[in-house]
């Protein structure tokens, strides 16, 4: 919760997921200096396994969006959630995951925040989330040329909005590039 929430007052809600062989901790680093800063409550979820049961799961679904659905249950009902800024966002596995669930589930979700993502895969598509990814081009775990370069161009041929952001470096994400989704999620759309 950020400081300063009141009970109430809709605030912007992000579920954040981390990477593979991380857990919520991690997940909840990646935003955590924005969330007090832009008043975000994050969600972070742990994974049941060592990664997300899509990744895992050759492409279903199963006990982690169950427990997703579970935690994003419980916070609609103790607080006040902003509905035209629910996002979902992650790291490496954890973007891979946001990105599917977000297309997947686009009537909840309004944005989908993926940092490093190695894939998309959603079951189906719902809605039009507003997509922001980033990439380092020295990326050797999920390298850019076989990971970003090739999924923001097929959500832009979906129709996605998409903002892309590439850096120099690794599989990190940077400070800049948290705080600058963290300002795209929470602007108002011009």
């Known amino acids: 919760m950020p400081t300063g929430y009141r009970s109430g007052r809709p605030a912007p809600l992000i579920v954040v997921l981390h990477g593979a062989g991380e857990d919520a ?22 994974s049941r396994e060592y990664t997300w049961d899509l990744v ?7 006990p982690d969006v169950a427990a997703i659905d579970r935690s994003l249950e419980e916070t609609f009902s103790r607080y006040g959630v902003d509905p035209t800024r629910v996002g979902v966002g992650g790291y490496s596995d954890g ?12 009537d909840l979700f309004t944005h989908v925040l993926a940092f490093s993502p190695g894939f998309v895969a959603p079951t ?23 990971c970003s370069s090739r999924i923001v161009p097929q959500l832009e041929r979906a129709g996605y909005e998409v903002r892309y952001r590439e850096f120099e ?13 963290a300002e795209w999620f929470t602007a108002e759309r011009a």
């Open 25 to 46: 901790r991690d997940g909840l680093a990646l935003l955590r200096a924005q969330a007090d800063r832009h008043g975000l409550i994050l969600l972070s979820p742990s």
């Open 56 to 62: 895992i799961g050759r492409g279903r679904y199963g």
């Open 95 to 106: 973007a891979s995951y946001a990105l599917s669930l977000g297309i997947a589930n686009g």
């Open 124 to 146: 189906e598509r719902v809605g039009s989330p507003r997509i922001f990814v980033s990439h380092g081009t020295r990326d050797g775990w999920l390298p850019i040329e076989r």
């Open 169 to 181: 470096g690794g599989h990190v994400v940077p400070p800049g590039i948290g705080r600058e989704a």
